[in-house]
């Protein structure tokens, strides 16, 4: 029987190192961090955590809203979706994916943009204020 790619990536341990990596690396890229400023990165972890599981066939089901309902009115850009893309890539290369699992999760992920794509321009945000740093509950 095949293993799944949940299982080619390494199960959960691997899924929530590469989470935690790329949400924090979101965090600190200054092309797009001003889109996630308000948001609760811990809740945000374990959305992804559980959205990325389900989707690779892992034993976890994601429960949080559809991608169109949680970016709506956000006015996310072709050119933030791709800068985020940009994250995971770095993410999954930092973390030695392979290529063929790499394509695999971006192909299962990649028709999202559909959902979350508001605004059809190559511009990217402005970066957060150096001074700028989230309250520690929403670090957790």
């Not at 001003?34 to 948001?39: I, Q, S």
């Not at 892992?58 to 072709?78: D, F, L």
Request: charged residues 30%.
């Amino acid at each position: 029987m095949e293993r799944t790619l949940y299982e080619r990536l390494g199960g959960m341990d691997a899924i929530t190192a590469v989470v935690e990596d790329f949400r924090d690396r979101v965090a600190a890229d200054d092309r797009i961090n001003l889109k996630f400023a308000r948001t609760d990165l811990a809740r945000l972890r374990k959305m992804l955590i559980d959205q990325v599981c389900e989707a690779t066939g892992g034993p976890c089901h994601y429960n949080g809203r559809s991608m169109k309902e949680a970016h709506a009115a956000m006015g996310v850009t072709k050119g933030e979706f791709n800068a985020l893309v940009d994250d995971l890539v770095a993410t999954l290369k930092q973390f030695k994916v392979p290529s063929a699992e790499q394509d695999e999760l971006l192909a299962i992920l990649g028709p999202l943009k559909s959902e979350i794509v508001e605004v059809d321009s190559n511009e990217v945000g402005t970066a957060l204020p150096d001074a700028f740093r989230p309250a520690p509950a929403l670090m957790t």
